[in-house]
């Protein structure tokens, strides 16, 4: 397990935050066997991922105790993935649905199978950002994704827009709580995602189509 932190100011620049990393690894024997680096650790790794890192963030006010801001990510290393489409198939987590992105991108790039051909790619997968409304439009989600897009430096960045979550910071609602898809898509496209289009998540049995978001690093303007 690893811990980083860092701080960052509001948009107006009157308030400082301060925002701990937490990084659980999971990685890949010899034998295909999956370990991590806490005996808490358990899961298993897809075929085409080397490793995965389960990443949590907490954006503090002043004391520790006082969270405002909460993020959940995963970081995943794979190797390419041929002949492999995401039409027609349900995804039962949103770690699949970046893992075959990113593998599929990866397999394109490697179609000469030449020496210069990377030979792996990542990609961190948003899971959820939660702030509470009243520490909303200070940039804590932006400070959030952009510390994890410089500190990680992913090949890709790919989430899935979930209609609905469970709250973290905000006792007053009630689980599970909608969210605001619009506010999602354009907080998404402000942060240079582009839609690659809808895939199928299992959600409590019931296949659902969402809309997948991904920004290349290298075509990214932050």
Do not use: W
């Not at 701990?20 to 010899?30: K, V």
């Not at 890709?156 to 609602?173: E, G, H, R």
Request: with cysteine.
């Amino acid at each position: 397990m690893k811990r980083i932190a860092a701080f960052f100011f509001s948009n107006d620049y009157n308030q400082q935050f301060h925002m701990e990393t937490t990084i659980h690894r999971l990685t890949c024997d010899n034998k295909g066997n999956a370990f991590g680096d806490t005996q808490e650790e358990t899961g298993k790794l897809l075929d085409n991922e080397l490793s995965r890192d389960e990443i949590t963030v907490k954006v503090f006010s002043g004391a520790r105790n006082n969270v405002v801001g909460v993020a959940k990510a995963t970081y995943i290393t794979v190797r390419p993935e041929s002949n492999v489409s995401m039409q027609n198939r349900v995804f039962e987590s949103v770690e699949q649905v970046g893992s075959l992105y990113a593998s599929m991108q990866l397999n394109r790039l490697r179609l000469s199978f030449t020496k210069y051909d990377p030979p792996s790619a990542s990609v961190l997968v948003l899971k959820n950002i939660e702030v509470l409304p009243e520490y909303r439009g200070k940039g804590i989600a932006t400070s959030i994704v952009d510390y994890l897009f410089h500190q990680l430096n992913p090949t890709y960045m790919a989430a899935v827009i979930i209609p609905v979550y469970t709250p973290v910071l905000d006792a007053t609602v009630v689980s599970p709580a909608a969210i605001d898809v619009d506010a999602a898509r354009d907080f998404l496209r402000g942060m240079d995602f582009e839609l690659g289009g809808d895939v199928s998540v299992l959600m409590a049995g019931t296949r659902t189509p969402m809309p997948l978001y991904v920004v290349n690093n290298e075509e990214a303007t932050r």
